[in-house]
């Protein structure tokens, strides 16, 4: 009797627990704010420009792996990325200027509306991820750059190179080499190069930041826009969603014993998914997202927050988080010119 008790309150509690977390996830916005001039919803975001002149953008709690967004949102996943974001964009202002105007929100950025390179520019200081699949596949050149042989999964590369791909509205970005960007004239000569400068110089300093963490940047992309002849840093920078990190502690040791690395990022979701028969590929189906593994996902993004900043994470005020969230940027709008 006492055990069915026992395991009745856990549900309860679980349950409880779970409505909680439902009720504190972003999973769309549909706000209409005062000169609001267009509406984007991308994979994990939603944009609301502003005159045409200011991006207000939301981090929800839509997750994405293999270019699809899953079914279910993830709790403070939006809030753990924006504020990612927002310390290491400060931390690189030095570097070039970035897009952001103001951080009204724990889960929105409000910052300068920028044209777009139609490029990520992806930079790669170990063989890992996607990079480690083509390599494993028997592939030595990626997006136009050759790998020398002999190398083992999350080896580090002797000099980090730049992986292009193209940016995609809908459905795959796409591998593509520094020659065909130039050839087709997506990104002129003289604006590469800069890219590539900058790249390099967010990486290093990627790199040491997360050196004093304990941690490897192990790969990352940046995306990059231009306005009135300037290049700006745009969209986040260093997140889980957007890098990879390593545990530099042990790294050598399971290096050298062909042990996986224990790392910080999104990883673990999309092995999840591989492990359950999803690869974004057409015919596969989402595996179910349980309580279970909404929550587990939830607690990691919150876990990658703290090791990445070294702060620790502060759950949102109680309240309703959507007219939270429309009542910060309303606010903020007002203060702009």
Not at 147 to 155: A, C, F, I, Q, S
Not at 194 to 222: H, M, N
Request: hydrophobic share 35%; aromatic share 10%.
């Amino acid at each position: 009797m006492l055990k069915e008790i026992t395991e009745a309150v856990y549900a309860a509690i679980l349950l409880l627990m779970n409505f909680y977390f439902e009720m504190n996830a972003i999973r769309e916005t549909n706000f209409n704010f005062e000169n609001q001039t267009a509406f984007y919803r991308g994979k994990v975001r939603d944009v609301y420009t502003i005159a045409d002149r200011y991006l207000a953008m939301v981090a929800t709690d839509r997750i994405s792996a293999f270019d699809v967004v899953l079914p279910r949102a993830i709790p403070y996943k939006g809030q753990v990325l924006n504020q990612i974001a927002a310390k290491f964009l400060k931390a690189t202002e030095d570097i070039l200027p970035n897009w952001v105007v103001e951080v009204p929100d724990p889960s929105v950025t409000i910052g300068k509306m920028c044209e777009p390179f139609k490029v990520e520019m992806v930079i790669r200081g170990y063989l890992s991820g996607h990079a480690w699949r083509e390599y494993s596949a028997g592939r030595r050149e990626v997006c136009g750059e050759k790998l020398v042989e002999g190398l083992k999964e999350n080896d580090k590369l002797p000099e980090p190179i730049i992986t292009p791909t193209t940016k995609a509205a809908v459905g795959h970005d796409e591998d593509i080499s520094r020659a065909d960007i130039l050839k087709k004239g997506i990104v002129s000569e003289e604006d590469y190069i800069q890219l590539e400068k900058y790249t390099k110089a967010l990486f290093q300093r990627g790199t040491e930041i997360a050196k004093e963490r304990g941690l490897i940047l192990v790969d990352t992309k940046y995306e990059f826009g231009k306005r009135d002849g300037v290049i700006y840093l745009i969209d986040e920078i260093h997140t889980p969603d957007s890098s990879r990190y390593f545990y530099a502690e042990g790294y050598e040791e399971r290096q050298a014993n062909g042990e996986p690395q224990k790392q910080l990022s999104k990883e673990f979701v999309r092995k999840w998914l591989i492990e359950n028969g999803f690869q974004g590929k057409d015919g596969q189906q989402v595996p179910e997202m349980t309580d279970e593994i909404v929550n587990s996902i939830s607690e990691r993004y919150i876990e990658l927050y703290e090791h990445i900043t070294g702060e620790r994470f502060e759950y949102p005020k109680e309240g309703e988080v959507l007219g939270r969230v429309e009542h910060n940027i309303s606010t903020a709008l007002k203060t702009l010119r």
